[in-house]
C-alpha cells in the first residue's frame, strides 16, 4: 500500500531562514505528488505539484519543491520564511493514472516561525 | 464564487445521535470527497464520488453514509454517532477523475460527540 512519511511533526524556524519540510512516499510507481497548507481553522489549500518533467516544481507564495527519484522525496523550500507561512503542512500522493479515488496524506508538519 | 461550502461549521451530538454535514460546490466539478482529520494522522478518505450519481468508499467509511444529491451537493450521513467520529471534517472537489485535477477544499465541519 502506498504511504507518505512526514519525519517532523513540528518544525521551528527563525523569520527570515530558509525552510525545509522533508517528505517520502513509499509506492511501486513514481505517484503524483502534492504539497497543501492549511492555516489555523482553514481548510487546505494547495502550494504545488509535481506529475512529471523537470523535478524542481516552484508552487504559490515563493515555495518550491524537488522531486528525488533515487530517494523517494519531495522536500518542500522555502529560501526566506515569513511569519504569515506558520501553519500546517501536508505532502500527498496519488497513484499515476489512477481514478478518483482520493488522495493518501502525510501525518503532516507543523510550522511555527520565531521572530 | 464561493468555492466549496460546508455546513455547519460545528457541531456538537450525543452518542447515538444522527446527522448530516452538508457540501456543496460551485466550480462545476465532476469529483467529490469526504476526509476526515484527527490530530496526528493527516486526512483520511472516507468516500468520494466520481461523477454524478456514483459513490465508492474510501480508507475509513465505517460508520457513514454518503448521498450525491446531484452534480453540486455531497453529504456525509452519521447514522448513529461515536465518541471515535470526533473530528474535523473536509468535503472537497475536483475537476475530474483524474488525480492530476486539483483538489479544492473546504472550510471543514468540527463536530465533537459526546
Known amino acids: 500500500a502506498q504511504s507518505v512519511t512526514q519525519p517532523d511533526i513540528h518544525i521551528t524556524v527563525s523569520e527570515g531562514a530558509s525552510l525545509e519540510l522533508r517528505c517520502n512516499y513509499s509506492?511501486?510507481?513514481?505517484?503524483?505528488l502534492f504539497w497543501y497548507v492549511q492555516s489555523p481553522g482553514q481548510g487546505l489549500q494547495l502550494l504545488l505539484k509535481?506529475?512529471?518533467?523537470?523535478?524542481l516544481v516552484q508552487g504559490i507564495k515563493g515555495f518550491e519543491a524537488e522531486f528525488k527519484r533515487s530517494q523517494s522525496s519531495f522536500n518542500l523550500r522555502k529560501p526566506s520564511v515569513h511569519w504569515s507561512d506558520a501553519a500546517e503542512y501536508f505532502c500527498?500522493?496519488?497513484?499515476?493514472?489512477?481514478?478518483?479515488?482520493?488522495?493518501?496524506f502525510g501525518k503532516g508538519t507543523h510550522l511555527i516561525i520565531q521572530p | 464564487n464561493a468555492g466549496v461550502t460546508q455546513t455547519p461549521k460545528f457541531q456538537v451530538l450525543k452518542t447515538g445521535q444522527s446527522m448530516t454535514l452538508q457540501c456543496a460546490q460551485d466550480?462545476?466539478?465532476?469529483?467529490m470527497y469526504w476526509y476526515r482529520q484527527d490530530p496526528g494522522m493527516g486526512l483520511r478518505l472516507i468516500y468520494y464520488?466520481?461523477?454524478?450519481?456514483?459513490?465508492d468508499k474510501g480508507e475509513v467509511p465505517n460508520g457513514y453514509n454518503v448521498s450525491r444529491l446531484n452534480k453540486r451537493e455531497f453529504s456525509l450521513r452519521l447514522e448513529s454517532a461515536a465518541p471515535s467520529q470526533t473530528s474535523v471534517y473536509f468535503c472537497?472537489?475536483?475537476?475530474?477523475?483524474?488525480?492530476?485535477?486539483?483538489?479544492?477544499f473546504g472550510p471543514g465541519t468540527r463536530l465533537t460527540v459526546l
Open positions: 509535481y506529475f512529471s518533467g523537470d523535478t
Open positions: 472537497a472537489s475536483s475537476e475530474g477523475t483524474s488525480l492530476r485535477n486539483e483538489q479544492f
Open positions: 464520488s466520481a461523477s454524478e450519481g456514483t459513490t
Open positions: 509506492y511501486g510507481a513514481t505517484p503524483y
Open positions: 500527498a500522493v496519488a497513484p499515476r493514472g489512477g481514478g478518483a479515488d482520493g488522495l493518501t
Open positions: 466550480m462545476n466539478h465532476n469529483s
